[in-house]
């Protein structure tokens, strides 16, 4: 999955939970589902990453460095730090650590995955909703009463 989904659904995700720590929790677990779903994955990371940061900043100035929301963005975005460092390369002989990081478990190859694999475009629709979602309900102004 593209890192800027992680973020924005799992900030979306981490508006439901109370405790910051067992929205991290959440939050891994959430990186491995998204994982599993079929889908399309780009390899521009630094855009991705300087994206994920810029979101990560607008959840935290938004929701709160102590936010669940926060918190839960954070478990889904630092499983895939794996991917650009060098000692968790497959290509140098090195093996990654999170489960669906493994080939098998890494957009599940179910019967018709190939031609449904969620889009990049319907990703970022999705994070961009996911997003002000979480924005919304973050903000004191916006209506939780
Ligand atoms: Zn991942």
Redesign the pocket.
Known sequence: ?MLVPHACVNAAAGSFIKRPLTAFAAGLAC?ALL?LIPHKDVSAHKAEGLLVLIMLGLVSTSCGLKSPSFWCAMGGVL??VEQVLPWTDPKRGRRRW?P??NRRFHSLKVPGAEEFRVQLLTQSAVSLMALLFAIRRCKPEGCRC
């Open positions: 999955m990186h994982d499983p895939d999170f669906t990081h």
